[in-house]
């Protein structure tokens, strides 16, 4: 079994804005509300592509009650614990003329410590029956600054893989409880280490000093694929994955369809490459369609024909 962790849950609202600019009045012509998060839209990819998965997190108020609601509807299984606050609401405009798109979202409710409590001890009794557990998001206010550091040596314990894809000082924090997997994009993979990324060879050192930092294996996610340090047997394998982009729908949780075909196929027991592989053709199946997380499995397969997987060296340092 797979679990995911939304320490952050909300209501996701997507509106398609043609022509939208800021201080104008404007007319949707399309619209979607789905649960979401990241664990939460990386569970429903995975519940796409067919594979055993439980949505863990904390849901509050009225828009707790409606994300649970909606969970059930989609059939995606899910072990939430109750939180007094209410839980927040993001919204994101695309434009489907420019394919530009704006997400606003809320902080999230302040958690009490009793509340962080509950919810660890029911995603360690859970964490019993999973193979892999994917930590991913933003963390509300009240927790420690380390909380995703202590899942993370709590889950290892167990025996549980742990991927994480987070940003700003909760992945920097992560990382010194060696997750075996961390997942960033390129803006949040720049701002763990401290620099940009203006060619390969930057990127490259973005992976290893993610390594360094404490993860077992590094991807960085880009709109065309990614590049990662990955374990495979005694040694590390460096891979680039690309595919050329689809023309979008919406791109909002493309990155969550992409680490849902990763962990899918890592859990399938694939090679690093064909996850890698798996994930690419999901994040760029999934832009198809209008809410995060959505994607169609037999196009996703489909697509695998269209990746282009490199191998490259290892910088010595990690090799």
């Known amino acids: 079994m797979i679990l995911t962790v939304t320490l952050n849950a909300a209501i996701d609202r997507t509106i398609a804005v043609p022509s939208f600019r800021l201080g104008q009045r404007h007319r949707a012509v399309e619209a979607r509300t789905i649960a979401g998060g990241k664990g939460v839209n990386i569970a429903r990819a995975l519940r796409f592509l067919g594979r055993p998965v439980i949505a863990a997190g904390l849901a509050g108020g009225g828009a707790g009650t409606r994300l649970l609601e909606e969970l059930r509807e989609e059939s995606v ?3 939430f614990t109750r939180i007094a606050g209410e839980s927040r609401t993001n919204l994101a405009v695309v434009d489907p003329t420019s394919g530009q798109q704006t ?8 958690l009490s410590e009793a509340e962080v409590e509950r919810f660890v001890e029911r995603l360690l009794y859970l964490a019993r029956g999973a193979s892999i557990c994917v930590l991913a998001g933003s963390v509300p206010p009240g927790p420690e600054p380390d909380i995703y550091a202590r899942l993370i040596a709590e889950l290892r314990a167990l025996g549980v893989l742990t991927v994480l894809d987070s940003d700003g000082e909760q992945i920097r924090t992560a990382l010194r409880a060696e997750p075996a997997v961390v997942a960033p994009n390129v803006t949040e993979a720049e701002e763990a280490v401290g620099h940009e990324f ?7 050192l973005g992976l290893t000093s993610l390594l360094e930092m404490g993860a077992g294996e590094a991807i960085i996610t880009s709109e065309s694929g990614c590049a990662a340090i990955v374990r495979d047997g005694p040694g590390r394998r460096r891979y680039q994955a690309r595919i050329d982009p689809l023309e979008p729908v919406a791109t909002v949780g493309s990155g969550d369809a992409f680490l849902a075909g990763y962990v899918a196929a890592r859990f399938d027991g694939a090679s690093p490459s064909e996850c890698l592989a798996l994930g690419v053709a999901c ?18 397969e489909r697509l695998l024909a269209r990746v282009e997987v490199s191998e490259l060296d290892v910088p010595a340092e990690v090799a």
Do not use: K, M, V, Y
């Open 77 to 79: 299984l899910a072990a």
């Open 103 to 110: 997400e606003i979202n809320e902080r999230g409710p302040e």
């Open 198 to 204: 203006n060619d390969a060879a930057d990127l490259a």
């Open 283 to 300: 994040g760029a199946e999934s832009t198809q369609h209008f809410g995060a997380g959505t994607l169609d499995r037999r196009e996703a």
